[in-house]
């Protein structure tokens, strides 16, 4: 595959942008949907409660039981290092998008980016994400030999999400040993997919998908929850769903493909994209897709994605019962709030690493088992 578009010419081509990128707090006008939100949650005085009064409890239990069945009280931790914020494409969704000028952006050396897995390391996290927009700068060699200095000097599993590239080049990664790679839909509408996607195409990614599933590799895909055109309004399109809307195209699609691991992000706004005005999914939407999601695919890795996390731990930690993943960004401080997918993601004043150890204690205190060694790569449901 050729890339047929190429970058701006006022992105810089260095390594790594020695600026420290500001953090930039949650636009105001999100603030009261969070908050808003959170208090919904948390004012309940158990997920169970919650659904509850919205009438899900059976739908929730089932869910619970199900990830109980599969993976105990594990929770799994994937460190991950967001290494660039250059994109090449352009979805209307993402604060990444090559038109968002607005954008400090960043590059880190692969140097750099052995060094943020060494932190994932030593936490004692199992796995590496290495994530970037679609950024052709880091040539396939270089990659390769990223994924083999991790898993030759480190001992990780490596899942890389660097979107669609070659069959070629996907080969060369597998046979440098990377474990796993993270690929979303993000949407199976077709249509929606090309106004979302501009520059890419549903059969496009989806051969991308396939190509990696023939290699080998565990391969992750899933949605983003609540896109336009797919939802309308929250509740009301939750109705929907049940007699076949988006969701359940959706979760069909994926059954189908029979992912090892299946995120469901809710769709967050971002203030520098054409969706800046359209809102989230509410947040007894997004448990309720989670329950559904763990249903269709029971074993499953779910990952409680870092957008629903915006909501507090408290939050997050209510989802493992249905989710089973938590990926903790240790992307270096200097740069890590540059990757603005959607605002207040990496917006927190810690450091990376106290940041996941507080997150890994906190799980802990919950009641949940957080596995070590081989147990703590959380390798897909087949190959336990
Ligand atoms: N560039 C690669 C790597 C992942 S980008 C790719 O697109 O495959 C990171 C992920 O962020 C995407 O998969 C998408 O699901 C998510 N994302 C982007 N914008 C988002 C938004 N506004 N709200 C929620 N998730 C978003
Ligand atoms: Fe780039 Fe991925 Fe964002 Fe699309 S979702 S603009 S490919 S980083």
């Not at 399109?237 to 090892?260: F, N, W």
Request: hydrophobic share 40%.
């Amino acid at each position: 595959m050729s890339r047929a578009y190429a970058c701006p010419a006022t992105w810089s081509s260095a390594v790594s942008d020695p600026a420290v990128i500001r953090l930039k707090p949650l636009p105001l006008v999100l603030r009261p949907r969070y908050q808003y939100m959170k208090q919904v949650m948390t004012t309940q005085s158990s997920t169970r409660a919650f659904f509850a009064s919205s009438g899900d409890e059976a739908l929730w239990e089932q869910a619970r039981a199900l990830r109980e069945q599969y993976w105990g009280r594990s929770v799994f931790f994937r460190g991950i290092v967001e290494f660039s914020s250059y994109c090449e494409r352009n979805c209307l969704y993402c604060g990444l998008r090559r038109e968002n000028m607005a954008l400090a952006r960043y590059r880190l050396s692969p140097e750099e980016i052995f060094r943020a897995a060494s932190d994932v390391h030593d936490l004692g996290i199992g796995t590496v994400v290495l994530q970037s927009g679609e950024d052709s700068f880091y040539d396939a060699r270089t990659v390769a030999a990223l994924a083999r200095r991790i898993k030759t000097e480190l001992g990780l599993a490596v899942t890389l999400s660097l979107g669609e590239r070659s069959t070629e080049e996907y080969a060369l990664w597998r046979a440098a040993g990377a474990d796993r790679y993270l690929l979303k839909m993000e949407t199976f509408l077709e249509a929606n997919f090309r106004f979302l996607r501009p520059d890419s195409s549903p059969a496009a990614r989806a051969a991308a998908y396939a190509d990696l599933q023939k290699l080998g590799f565990e391969c992750g895909n899933g949605i983003i929850l609540g896109l336009p055109g797919e939802t309308g309004e929250t509740d009301e399109a939750d109705e929907a769903d049940e007699t076949g809307g988006a969701l359940a195209i959706h979760l069909a699609a994926l059954q189908k493909l029979a992912p090892s691991m299946l995120a469901i992000s809710p769709f967050i706004p971002h203030p520098d994209t054409p969706l800046a005005d359209h809102p989230s999914p509410e947040l007894p939407v997004i448990l309720r897709a989670m329950a559904r999601a763990r249903i269709a695919l029971p074993s499953a890795h779910i990952p409680v994605t870092s957008a629903l996390g915006l909501l507090g731990d408290d939050i997050r930690i209510k989802a493992l019962e249905v989710g089973d993943v938590l990926m903790p960004s240790l992307t270096p401080e200097q740069v890590r709030a540059g990757y603005s997918i959607y605002p207040g993601k990496n917006d927190s004043a810690e450091t990376p690493v106290s940041r996941a150890k507080r997150l890994m204690d906190a799980v802990a205190r919950a009641g949940f088992a957080v596995p070590s060694g081989p147990a703590g790569r959380g390798d897909a449901w087949k190959a336990q």
